[in-house]
């Protein structure tokens, strides 16, 4: 792979990575804090789901970080090793976290008795929002899932070229 495209991949993964630090340090809790200021009946709710969405950012930081290392091995001809698959390991690990923690919320707004201002459309929006979230994530770790299995044969083969050679 270019080195100019694995420099630039490099800092998309860095702005993405401060982004979510960003938003687990500022955007959660403060999003949190004006929905219980707009809206007093949220407050018993306001911490776990801001610990909830805090959690599915540091999901996506341990994909990143996954990814970061995914890279080095790309840029050292290493990827067809044995230690690419505890790499894949753990953005499965992280994507199945993820969606189990969405399907989490998605049960809780499902059967919950939660307030809302306006109606129960927020809820209901709420609700879809984390029903998707739960599908995104089921797909993303199963394509994940594939692609460890293209690793395998990937890898398999080119330990029999290399016999061979």
Same mark, same amino acid.
């Not at 630039?8 to 993405?16: C, D, M, Q, Y």
């Not at 049960?107 to 201002?117: E, Q, T, Y």
């Given at each position: 792979?270019?080195?100019?495209?694995?420099?630039?991949?490099?800092?998309?993964?860095?702005?993405?990575?401060?982004?979510?630090?960003f938003g687990q340090i500022v955007v959660?809790?403060?999003?949190?804090?004006?929905?219980?200021?707009?809206?007093?009946?949220?407050?018993?709710?306001?911490?776990?789901?801001?610990?909830?969405?805090?959690?599915?950012?540091?999901?996506?930081?341990?994909?990143?970080?996954?990814?970061?290392?995914?890279?080095?091995?790309?840029?050292?001809? @290493?990827?067809?090793?044995?230690? &690419?698959?505890?790499?894949?390991?753990? $953005? #499965? +690990? %992280?994507?199945? /976290? !993820?969606? *189990?923690?969405?399907?989490?919320?998605?049960?809780?707004? @499902?059967?919950?008795?939660?307030? &809302?201002?306006?109606?129960?459309?927020? $809820? #209901? +929006? %709420?609700?879809? /929002? !984390?029903? *998707?979230?739960?599908?995104?994530?089921?797909?993303?770790?199963?394509?994940?899932?594939?692609?460890?299995?293209?690793?395998?044969?990937?890898?398999?083969?080119?330990?029999?070229? !290399?016999?061979?050679?």
């Open positions: 792979m270019h080195r100019l495209f694995v420099a630039a991949l490099r800092a998309g993964i860095v702005a993405a990575f401060l982004g979510g630090l959660v809790p403060g999003t949190a804090a004006d929905e219980v200021d707009r809206f007093p009946p949220y407050e018993p709710f306001a911490l776990p789901y801001a610990t909830v969405a805090i959690l599915g950012i540091v999901c996506v930081q341990v994909v990143l970080v996954a990814m970061w290392m995914l890279l080095g091995m790309i840029e050292r001809d @290493a990827i067809f090793t044995a230690r &690419a698959f505890r790499w894949v390991d753990v $953005i #499965i +690990g %992280a994507a199945v /976290a !993820a969606t *189990l923690l969405a399907l989490g919320v998605t049960g809780h707004l @499902a059967f919950a008795d939660i307030p &809302a201002p306006d109606g129960a459309m927020q $809820i #209901i +929006g %709420a609700l879809g /929002a !984390a029903g *998707l979230a739960v599908g995104v994530g089921a797909a993303f770790a199963m394509l994940v899932v594939v692609m460890r299995g293209l690793l395998r044969k990937a890898t398999d083969l080119q330990t029999e070229i !290399a016999e061979v050679v």
